[in-house]
């Protein structure tokens, strides 16, 4: 007969793979007033609609981060920005913007005209320990504050604690929280959202 712990494991295992769970912070930052320097060695990268070329070092910086290439066409035809700090040709450290249509942890977000949603942050693994996310986000605020952009709202999951910290030195703040559940890895519902700070504007 199958032990307990090992048939307790199998059954985890499966459900795992059918549903999870995910508790995910929103993050909310206002204007940036001051124009941060830029990490030694790296200049910024900002590809959209109007700035296409050189779309091949972001989606190399996508496969990298185990994301489909052609996410990249997609997202910039969807009118969002991709932002990342390149060195030699290649880009070690990025960052999507989007404007309109953002869903995430089965919440629709609240669009405004002054608002943007940062999402899919990633730093490849060799650049890793050098503060370029928190550097990445501070940038990305003070070249969307010039837009018009004066607030940026992004989310991080709960056990993301590098991350976390990352967002907290780009001056991010967590606002709201949202639990949610995840079937077959594809479809996502939200079970519970709450906003933290009742002095911000609503997000959801």
């Known amino acids: 007969m199958m032990e307990w712990p090992l048939l307790s494991r199998i059954v985890n295992g499966l459900l795992w793979r059918v549903a999870w769970r995910t508790e995910t912070l929103f993050v909310r ?7 941060p320097p830029n990490p030694l060695g790296f200049e910024l ?6 700035r296409t070329r050189g779309l091949e070092i972001a989606e190399t ?4 981060a185990g994301e489909q290439p052609e996410l ?12 990342g700090w390149e060195s030699n040709g290649s880009v070690a450290c990025f960052l999507w913007v989007t404007y309109r249509n953002r869903v995430t942890s089965g919440v629709r977000m609240l669009e ?5 949603f940062l999402f899919n942050g990633y730093t490849l693994p060799e650049f890793r320990g050098q503060g370029l996310y928190p550097q990445l986000f501070l940038h990305v605020r ?7 952009r004066t607030e940026v709202v992004g989310e991080v999951n709960v056990r993301n604690t590098s991350s976390r910290r990352g967002i907290e030195k780009a001056g991010l703040k ?13 479809w996502e519902f939200a079970l519970s959202k709450e906003m ?9």
């Open 112 to 116: 405004a005209d002054n608002r943007a």
């Open 196 to 204: 933290l700070d009742d002095s911000v504007p609503r997000l959801f």
């Open 72 to 83: 990249v066409r997609q997202r910039i035809e969807h009118g969002d920005d991709f932002f």
């Open 45 to 50: 990268v900002r590809l959209g609609r109007e």
């Open 29 to 35: 930052a206002g204007p940036l007033a001051i124009d």
């Open 174 to 186: 967590e606002v709201g929280r949202c639990s949610s559940i995840t079937f077959f890895r594809r």
């Open 142 to 148: 003070r070249h969307l504050m010039l837009e018009q």
């Open 61 to 64: 910086a996508m496969v990298r």
